[in-house]
């Protein structure tokens, strides 16, 4: 595996904060995170899992009856290094939508950042936290707890960026040793169109640089972010397909 693709997809499977009710499922093959604290989706995922054909089935079915007794939204990687080479249609046999991203990945030269683009702290998180809200249809206190562990942690960098004074985007990143893995961009719809996510992206390369990180890595939707993406210098370092249950 080339560095680059190493940083694209084995890196940020370490990406997930560790909240107080986050359980870690680990071992040889396979990485797992459960969040029952969070019903939508965040940090519920089969983030990897290398499975020879005997065992894949009882595994598949073990993981996602964990998700789906606590009641849970959750998606399965299945990024590069997953097996068995069936993965997918054995997801899809049990109900499981299959979308498409791309591992992506750019070097950061100099970076301007917006005046209207906000680091987010103590006092701007509450801003944060409505534009993932209302962005990505989220459960606001859920995500609020999720928020202040994170502004705790120090560990993932959020930034908000306003339009005419109103918070209408937001994006966040995890520095790692060698790369910045960028995360969760929304733009409010009634503010799509003005470059918002544009500007977010370079407010983030920008504060990387800033670090001393060089490359900048993300997971993008293969039909909405990863065209613009590709617009802003990042290259495609590979595809795969995620599956939401």
């Known amino acids: 595996m080339t560095d680059v693709l190493h940083e694209v997809v084995v890196t940020p499977r370490r990406a997930f904060p560790r909240l107080p009710d986050l359980r870690v ?29 005997q065992r894949a089935d009882p595994a598949i079915d073990e993981a996602i009856a964990i998700y789906r007794d606590l009641g849970l939204a959750f998606r399965w990687n299945a990024a590069p290094g997953s097996g068995p080479a069936d993965l997918g249609a054995r997801l899809v046999r049990r109900g499981l939508e299959e979308s498409w991203g791309r591992g992506m990945a750019r070097s950061i030269d100099m970076a301007r950042r917006s005046d209207d683009v906000v680091l987010v702290d103590a006092d701007s998180i509450d801003a944060y936290t409505g534009v993932m809200a209302a962005g990505w249809g989220g459960d606001r206190d859920a995500l609020a707890r999720l928020h202040a562990y994170l502004i705790a942690e120090q560990r993932q960098r959020m930034f908000v960026a306003y339009c005419d004074g109103t918070p209408a985007a937001a994006a966040s990143y995890l520095p790692f040793e060698r790369s910045a893995f960028l995360m969760g961009g929304v733009v409010l719809p009634q503010f799509r169109g003005r470059g918002l996510y544009r500007t977010l992206v370079r407010a983030r390369l920008a504060h990387a640089r800033s670090l001393g990180i060089e490359l900048a890595t993300t997971h993008a939707r293969e039909a909405s972010s990863a065209p613009i993406l590709e617009k802003l210098g990042f290259a495609t370092v590979c595809r795969f397909a995620m599956y939401l249950g």
């Not at 029952?36 to 989706?41: F, H, N």
Request: proline content about 7%; aromatic content about 10%; glycine content about 6%.
């Open 25 to 53: 499922i680990e071992r040889p093959g396979w990485l797992q995170i459960v969040t029952p604290s969070l019903k939508a989706g965040w940090l519920n995922e089969v983030i990897y899992s290398l499975l020879d054909d």
